[in-house]
């Protein structure tokens, strides 16, 4: 089994930071990719930031220059520091990552249960 865990969620006033961490363990034999997704009630779940293979992010166009993506592959971690917080970065983020469970195995999609981020104006 693969287990996704997200910490560092909470509340923060408008202009404020945070810092989400997701840890991946179990059976993992090689992570492809890993993403920070966010959801609010009503709405579809949103690609916020994603960190691939090769070492390359990209971000939604709303969270450009405020948000990092930062990957740490020998610990199988993400992170996602968010600064410049706004009221409508308020949601659930959810942890992702795309990966082999062994050599050879479908690359499939693993969620974290996700980590409330609330900011308040």
């Known amino acids: 089994q693969v287990q996704l865990v997200e910490s560092g969620g909470g509340l923060v006033q408008a202009g404020g930071s945070l810092r989400l961490s997701c840890t991946a363990s179990?059976?993992?034999?090689?992570?492809?990719?890993m993403a920070w997704y966010r959801q609010v009630p009503g709405k579809q779940r949103e690609l916020v930031a994603i960190?691939?293979?090769?070492?390359?992010?990209n971000y939604t166009e709303s969270v450009k220059g405020r948000f990092t993506i930062l990957r740490d592959n020998a610990n199988n971690m993400v992170s996602l520091q968010m600064n410049n917080l706004k009221p409508g970065d308020t949601a659930l983020y959810y942890c992702?990552?795309?990966?082999?469970?062994?050599?050879?195995?479908?690359?499939?999609?693993?969620w974290g249960q996700g980590t409330q981020v609330t900011v308040s104006s």
């Open positions: 992702s990552a795309r990966l082999l469970r062994a050599a050879p195995d479908l690359l499939r999609q693993y």
């Open positions: 179990g059976s993992i034999y090689k992570i492809h990719s």
């Open positions: 960190s691939t293979d090769g070492g390359g992010t």
